[in-house]
T-cell receptor, first 110, second 114 residues
Framework: GIQVEQSPPDLILQEGANSTLRCNFSDSVNNLQWFHQNPWGQLINLFYIPSGTKQNGRLSATTVATERYSLLYISSSQTTDSGVYFCAVERRYNFNKFYFGSGTKLNVKP | DVKVTQSSRYLVKRTGEKVFLECVQDMDHENMFWYRQDPGLGLRLIYFSYDVKMKEKGDIPEGYSVSREKKERFSLILESASTNQTSMYLC?????????????FGPGTRLTVL
């Protein structure tokens, strides 16, 4: 398989703070996605980003495929950002199999 | 909006029981997936299906089987439930992966095997 490592495993922020979450992967990928799992367990896709940079409101993501890592930036955090953030990759030439990291658990305090 | 539904949010079963978890999606997606989520391990793929009656093993298929008789429905079967299958089970669907589409997840089923 492919190894997907996320850091940090846990993060506590005060509301309004910024943060960077990291995802390292061990092989070339077709597809990289960031997901947010809310406290009720629902997973929502945030970004599809196998390379380059994308922004969506207060969130942005950058993937440097040649160096095998991706970063998720959260700016001006809100309590609703709390939950677990997962990175998932689809290994090149191994379609349909997604490998998830173990996640970063974020707690944003008011 | 894509909707993926799962038959139960919470389920309690006894060791040795046969357990069926059902997943239905309403977006005519070809691909469907079953994952289990355990603390510290992220999501691990059990099985996926890329068409009706087609299936492929994921990384942890032991102790599980699947059925896809209709495009919209993908069932996960625990033939004889064991306590180490206590977990959160998540279903997902997507278009055929050309690398451009996301997976859409159901709300999850938290299964406890006593």
């Amino acid at each position: 398989g492919i190894q997907v490592e996320q850091s940090p495993p846990d993060l506590i922020l005060q509301e309004g703070a910024n943060s960077t979450l990291r995802c390292n992967f061990s092989d070339s990928v077709n597809n990289l996605q960031w997901f947010h799992q809310n406290p009720w367990g629902q997973l929502i896709n945030l970004f599809y980003i196998p390379s380059g940079t994308k922004q969506n409101g207060r969130l942005s993501a950058t993937t440097v495929a040649t160096e095998r890592y991706s970063l998720l930036y959260i700016s001006s955090s809100q309590t609703t950002d709390s939950g677990v953030y997962f990175c998932a990759v689809e290994r090149r030439y191994n379609f349909n199999k997604f490998y998830f990291g173990s996640g970063t658990k974020l707690n944003v305090k008011p | 909006d894509v909707k993926v539904t799962q038959s139960s949010r919470y389920l309690v079963k006894r060791t040795g029981e046969k357990v069926f978890l059902e997943c239905v999606q309403d977006m005519d997606h070809e691909n469907m997936f079953w994952y289990r989520q355990d603390p510290g391990l992220g999501l691990r793929l059990i099985y996926f299906s890329y068409d009706v009656k087609m299936k492929e093993k994921g990384d942890i298929p032991e102790g599980y089987s699947v059925s896809r008789e209709k495009k919209e429905r993908f069932s996960l079967i625990l033939e004889s439930a064991s306590t180490n299958q206590t977990s959160m089970y998540l279903c997902a669907s997507s278009l055929p992966t050309g690398g451009t589409d996301t997976q859409y997840f159901g709300p999850g089923t938290r299964l406890t095997v006593l």
